[in-house]
């Protein structure tokens, strides 16, 4: 089956390469011309593990391809998906300006029956605004349109989609169920469950299940911070909440506040969608607040540790929102790494993949080649991602590297008293 994959980011790229990897002749669109031109180079313009491979053996196979023509591609396709980005408006509500435009362009191109799959993460309704717009402007042709929202984390996002917990289609009629079905054979033989629902169910499904995520981890880091002043220690609390099968183990890990494309936006334009509807969401609005309030306490713990930090040298370890991945948006350590230039800290950072990124919106920042360059001349040091190269660091090199001795681990990598054994001044989160 052809289909046309529109937006090739981090889910479009992903999606597109896995259903060509599924069997499927699948042509990656972008507005991006010089995306397009690196990904026909056989450059993979993101971090992602394992999708230079697909990508590469997809290619060779003859079932992926790059472009810029949507028309052709529309025209060549059963089904089109959407992936394009839906960031957040000042307003928090989710900015469609980009779902609209490719809405747009499909009823202009198509040229017979087409299923629409959104695969971008939309606030409900969307799936009528777009059915709106295909029958509006091209009442030559039928479509179905298919909200088909995406689960896949950044950084095991190849494997996220080969091997997902569910799959959610949600559609008005029958007729793409089956096709959808095709689309996606593969997984059933690994028994994937399939939920098969109406538009804005589906729609429900992806807000809902990242807006429970976010008080998931805005709810253990308010019992970190209750365990500091208590002094007792966030790891047991946790374990023993997650035995608790009602609970579970998942999310329950402190860390320095949620970031990245996902969580801070769709969080925002759920609680936005409750306001438009004359509703306030008061725990996700809860959960927005806790975040914010615990990016903002991170910078007390380097305070305590390092002292007063103007003039000092701090060096950050991490500036992706997450390991495994290059991918910068709302990351804590952003936001750790302008509170350290504010109070009049030299920053130095190090960043396994995100450098490029980094570079771009990081002024007055020096950055590094690895983690002990990074720590040369450093007053404290501050672990704010944890990527597997720093679980393993060498004091003793880091000692020789730094001018003090001071650890901040944010995401509770080392422990405590063997840091404090070899000299060092500690502090992670939770750990009273
Ligand atoms: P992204 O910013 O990485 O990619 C979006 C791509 O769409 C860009 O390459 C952009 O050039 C392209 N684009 C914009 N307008 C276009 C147009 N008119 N025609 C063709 N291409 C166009 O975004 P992303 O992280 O891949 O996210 C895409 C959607 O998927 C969002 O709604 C997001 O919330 C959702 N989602 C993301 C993740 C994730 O982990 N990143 C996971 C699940 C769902």
């Known amino acids: 089956m052809n289909i046309c994959m529109v937006g090739t980011g981090y889910v479009g790229l992903v999606t597109g390469t896995c259903?060509?990897?599924?069997?499927?002749?699948v042509v990656c669109v972008d507005v991006d011309e010089k995306k397009i031109e690196a990904l026909q180079r056989g450059h993979i313009p993101i971090y992602e593990p394992g999708l230079e491979e697909l990508?590469?053996?997809?290619?060779?196979?003859g079932r992926l391809s790059f472009s810029t023509d949507l028309k052709s591609a529309v025209e060549s396709s059963v089904a089109i998906f959407i992936a394009v980005g839906t960031p957040a408006l000042p307003d928090g509500s989710a900015d469609l300006t980009y779902v609209r435009q490719v809405a747009e362009s499909i009823a202009e191109h198509a040229n017979g029956y087409k299923v629409v799959v959104?695969?971008?993460?939309?606030p409900t309704g969307t799936g009528r605004m777009v059915e709106e717009i295909l029958k509006g402007r091209n009442?030559?042709?039928?479509?179905?349109?298919?909200?088909?929202?995406?689960?896949l984390r950044e950084g095991s996002a190849v494997a996220d989609f080969l091997r997902p917990d569910r799959v959610v289609i949600g559609t008005r009629d029958e007729r793409p169920v089956a096709i959808m079905k095709e689309i996606y054979s593969p997984l059933y033989l690994i028994e994937t469950p399939f939920i098969v629902t109406d538009v804005e169910s589906a729609e429900m499904i992806k807000y809902a299940s990242n807006g429970f995520l976010s008080v998931k981890i805005s709810f253990i880091n308010e019992i970190a911070s209750l365990?500091?002043?208590?002094?007792?220690?966030v790891h047991a609390v946790a374990r023993g909440m997650g035995l608790d099968k009602r609970i579970g183990p998942k999310f329950l890990h402190p860390g320095p506040g949620f970031g990245g494309s996902c969580f801070p936006k769709d969080t925002q334009a759920v609680a936005d969608l409750?306001?438009?509807?004359?509703?306030?969401?008061?725990?996700i609005e809860a959960a927005i607040l806790a975040n914010e309030k615990t990016k903002a306490r991170m910078i007390g713990k380097i305070e305590k540790i390092a002292g007063p930090l103007e003039g000092k040298t701090v060096g950050v370890l991490g500036i992706s929102f997450k390991p495994a991945t290059d991918d910068i948006r709302e990351s804590a350590s952003l936001r750790i790494i302008?509170?350290?230039?504010?109070?009049?800290a030299k920053v130095r950072a190090f960043d396994p993949a995100a450098m490029e990124n980094a570079r771009n919106v990081l002024p007055g920042v020096t950055f590094a080649r690895d983690a002990y360059d990074c720590a040369a001349g450093c007053d404290a040091l501050v672990l704010a991602t944890e990527w597997n190269e720093f679980r393993a660091l060498d004091f003793g090199r880091l000692e020789k590297a730094m001018k003090g001795r001071a650890l901040v681990d944010l995401r509770n990598v080392y422990d405590p008293e063997e840091v404090r054994a070899l000299g060092w001044a500690y502090a992670g989160v939770g750990r009273g």
């Open 338 to 344: 302008g509170d350290l230039q504010e109070r009049g």
């Open 118 to 122: 959104t695969k971008s993460t939309v």
């Open 19 to 25: 259903l060509a990897d599924f069997g499927m002749n």
């Open 274 to 283: 409750a306001r438009r509807l004359g509703e306030r969401f008061e725990i």
């Open 139 to 151: 009442g030559r042709h039928e479509f179905s349109v298919v909200s088909n929202p995406e689960f």
């Open 227 to 233: 365990c500091e002043l208590v002094g007792a220690d």
């Open 55 to 61: 990508v590469a053996r997809n290619e060779r196979a």
